[in-house]
């Protein structure tokens, strides 16, 4: 019999590739929305706010919480939304599966992180993370954290890569946010939903409270210049991030005070140890570099968007 999955915020970034993965995967797909959204094909599709999720969640197996609060909301929404869910959680009896990030190593984070690696809460982000995860494990249930740097995903969905980095490119122009020497954590988030999926299909495996890391790609800022150049099929003059500007704006912008807390992680080289992550799914296979990038860089690809539209949809198709 099939198994039932509900994704908590299907319409976000992790929630949209989460639904693609377990339907491909061939689980009973639930989705849970706020009022107005459009269910995505081949759902049972639930409306409604955070008092809503219990009775959404009934009869299911796996909860995947793709809710994401705003950035600088985040003191005020993560506990009410941990809380919600964790009460799903208890009522059905579900495994909860939470997209975890890199925040909770702290901002003089080690150059290789694991799952070993200790948690640091010495600024606000890394703090509510470690609540938030230390709140699920203490409730008691199941609970699976999969671990991942910064996403390239095959939608303009306001990451790093397609909103700060190569939303220039059709300019001739690519922009980084730190030196270009030092390494950064990178995922491909078609793959950690899938990762996601067969996490799921053996969480009797796992600790009640299983944190694995996402390996993904670790790239250089001129490894990822260069990835995109040749994906593109051009040269591409580049340009820095202007920190100073969120330092200017930061005072009235809570958002771009948030933003600007957050630079260390492109100033600190890191990588994410997949040595857990590969024991637990050995038949896993990564999306390559190439193919990744030019997917991510085809939600632009037009010809008046590209210079070299031709190179991208080669390397897509």
């Not at 944190?211 to 990835?227: H, N, S």
């Not at 990588?271 to 632009?300: C, H, I, M, W």
Request: aromatic letters at 10%; hydrophobic letters at 45%; one cysteine or more.
């Amino acid at each position: 019999m099939a198994q039932t999955v509900l994704i908590l915020g299907a319409a976000g970034r992790m929630g949209r590739h989460s639904t693609k993965a377990f339907l491909a995967a061939g689980w009973n797909v639930h989705t849970f929305l706020r009022p107005g959204r459009e269910a995505p094909t081949g759902t049972v599709a639930h409306f409604g706010g955070l008092d809503d999720i219990v009775e959404a969640a009934k009869g299911v197996d796996v909860i995947v919480n793709a809710l994401h609060p705003a950035y600088h909301h985040w003191a005020r929404d993560l506990p009410r939304y941990t809380q919600a869910v964790i009460a799903a959680a208890r009522a059905s009896g579900a495994t909860v599966v939470i997209p975890g990030n890199i925040y909770v190593y702290g901002a003089e984070l080690p150059a290789l992180l694991s799952e070993k690696t200790p948690h640091v809460g010495d600024h606000r982000k890394a703090q509510l993370r470690i609540e938030m995860e230390a709140t699920y494990r203490d409730a008691g249930v199941r609970t699976i954290v999969l671990r991942a740097g910064d996403f390239l995903d095959d939608e303009v969905a306001g990451n790093w890569f397609d909103s700060h980095i190569a939303n220039k490119v059709h300019k001739g122009r690519i922009t980084y946010p730190g030196p270009t020497d030092q390494a950064h954590a990178w995922a491909w988030l078609p793959d950690v939903a899938r990762a996601a999926v067969m996490l799921a299909e053996k969480r009797y495996e796992l600790a009640a409270f299983q944190d694995v890391c996402f390996p993904g790609y670790t790239l250089t800022g001129a490894e990822l210049i260069a990835a995109t150049e040749a994906a593109v099929g051009n040269t591409l003059t580049q340009t820095s991030f202007p920190w100073w500007l969120l330092t200017l704006i930061g005072p009235f912008s809570p958002l771009m005070r948030e933003v600007r807390a957050m630079r260390y992680l492109w100033d600190r080289p890191h990588q994410v140890d997949g040595t857990l992550f590969n024991e637990l799914l050995p038949t896993f296979r990564q999306t390559s570099l190439s193919d990744a990038v030019a997917k991510a860089l085809a939600a632009y690809a037009t010809e008046a968007v590209l210079k070299n539209p031709g190179s991208v949809t080669a390397a897509t198709a």
